[in-house]
């Protein structure tokens, strides 16, 4: 049997997409695994399925390349906006629904997709670092220099750390130079650093946010796979009306043969 699929990324955080519309698609967690393995199959740091929605456009169904279904991610649902639009599904805005809940999203010019996200209400602070669940958990912890950290050592010490049982966390660190915010992110599901996430730059620019560092509700996230905005609305430590924004490339289509 032959699947046809889409390969998409956010700022360098990558997925494999499938229509799930057109098709009843039904993948075990060990065929998601292979898929997204980076040397027998596609390579991927997730992969969506876009399902029919009752009531809103589309449904978003995600799974981290672990194979087991995932929390809400940013930017897959930045990337699953545009191939909904290329799809024919939606024109240049539309309401979906995840995992988290209902997300609103816009097609912007020059590839760039803007994400509505669910708000946030609690931040929980540590004397290593900030908690905050973006539709996903994030640890988050400022270092001196974010070029210097092995993000995937550092990472493992708090991605099964205690506090966070029992799903763990995903764990940001992040660096702040002449006014620029820099961020790395260890995803769980992944087990690794992957060149940008989506969650974990909001769940970033919520802690600059929260903690005063910058004078802006306007934060632009530095990652190694590009740059990400996080804009929101503060109301006394918790936050509304959160965006993501960034770019989006489709990079080829293909067929997996199953």
């Not at 989506?198 to 970033?204: E, F, I, L, P, S």
């Not at 990652?223 to 804009?231: D, I, S």
Request: with cysteine.
């Amino acid at each position: 049997m032959k699947l046809k699929f889409n390969k998409y990324h956010g700022a360098g955080n990558d997925f494999i997409i499938i229509d799930g519309v057109s098709n009843r698609i039904n993948l075990t967690t060990q065929r998601i695994k292979e898929m997204c393995d980076r040397h027998l199959g596609i390579g991927a740091d997730g992969l969506m399925i876009i399902e029919q929605s009752d009531d809103f456009d589309f449904s978003m169904v995600y799974y981290n390349s672990d194979g087991n279904e995932g929390s809400m991610c940013g930017n897959g649902g930045r990337c699953i906006v545009d191939f909904a639009g290329k799809m024919g599904m939606i024109s240049t805005t539309t309401t979906f629904e995840a995992i988290d809940g209902i997300h609103e999203a816009e097609i912007l010019e020059n590839g760039l997709i803007k994400l509505k996200m669910r708000d946030v209400a609690t931040v929980k602070n540590y004397e290593d670092g900030t908690f905050i669940d973006t539709g996903s958990p994030h640890f988050v912890k400022r270092v001196p220099d974010i070029s210097t950290v092995d993000v995937d050592i550092e990472g493992k010490k708090y991605r099964y750390d205690t506090r966070f049982l029992p799903d763990g966390t995903n764990v940001n660190f992040y660096s702040i130079n002449n006014n620029e915010v820099f961020a790395r992110t260890f995803e769980r599901g992944v087990e690794t650093e992957t060149l940008s996430c989506g969650t974990g730059a909001v769940a970033v620019g919520l802690v600059v946010i929260y903690k005063n560092l910058l004078d802006t509700t306007k934060i632009l996230i530095n990652t190694l796979g590009g740059k990400l905005q996080v804009e929101c609305e503060n109301h006394n430590q918790s936050y509304t009306n959160i965006y993501l924004t960034g770019p989006v490339v489709k990079v080829f289509d293909g067929v997996y043969c199953l």
